[in-house]
């Protein structure tokens, strides 16, 4: 799965630190969300949406696997 939260955290001119405060997770959670290394729970992904006032669907790109 792909995400823009680098992007959006960027265009809003965030640190890395401050989003993880006010998402309540490490830094390095953000670093491995950015770096597509990790995947949020759909509680963190809410709250994410949230912080930016935006749909998940906006902030998070799922693209199905071809068979």
């Known amino acids: 799965m792909k995400n823009r939260l680098g992007e959006l955290r960027r265009i809003h ?4 630190e401050e989003l993880a405060a006010a998402l309540e997770v490490s830094r390095q959670t953000i670093g491995s969300l950015e770096n597509g ?3 949020p ?3 963190l992904a809410f709250k994410i949406a949230r912080y930016f006032q935006m749909a998940i669907e906006d902030i ?7 068979a």
């Open 41 to 43: 729970s759909i509680l």
């Open 13 to 16: 001119g965030i640190r890395q």
């Open 60 to 66: 998070f790109i799922y693209e199905e696997e071809e």
């Open 37 to 39: 290394r990790y995947n």
